[in-house]
């Protein structure tokens, strides 16, 4: 599974930005798409993350600002990203994990990262 990221980019405080995340590859059920961002320093943060029944869970920063949403017609994730602020500049990193199950028996979770994009956000 390869994961392609587009958006990002540089904007002042209280602009807005989206982000875009296509899955393309061997897919065969991927559960969980998102994202994730590290910014200078810092480890590396969960963002957002959808479900393949669309419950998404946001990181308590961001909650309010940032909309995450999927389409698996073409397996991709769009985060829309408004009212950015300094502390949201890093680079984002779209994150998908495919479990495989034989029968009901669980075997493992695939987990597969993008290449990262910039978001920069000037004060």
């Known amino acids: 599974v390869k994961l392609s990221e587009s958006g990002g980019g540089l904007v002042q405080t209280g602009g807005s930005l989206s982000l875009s995340c296509l899955a393309s590859?061997?897919?065969?059920?991927?559960?969980?798409m998102g994202w994730y961002r590290q910014a200078p320093g810092k480890q590396r943060e969960l963002v957002a993350t959808i479900t393949e029944g669309r419950r998404t869970t946001y990181a308590d920063s961001v909650k309010g600002r940032f909309t995450l949403s999927r389409d698996d017609t073409k397996n991709a994730i769009y985060l829309q990203m408004s009212n950015l602020e300094p502390e949201d500049t890093g680079v984002y990193y779209c994150?998908?994990?495919?479990?495989?199950?034989?029968?009901?028996?669980?075997?493992?979770?695939?987990?597969?990262w993008g290449q990262g994009t910039q978001v920069t956000v000037s004060s």
């Open positions: 590859g061997d897919i065969f059920s991927i559960h969980i």
């Open positions: 994150n998908a994990q495919q479990p495989w199950y034989d029968g009901r028996q669980y075997l493992r979770t695939d987990e597969f």
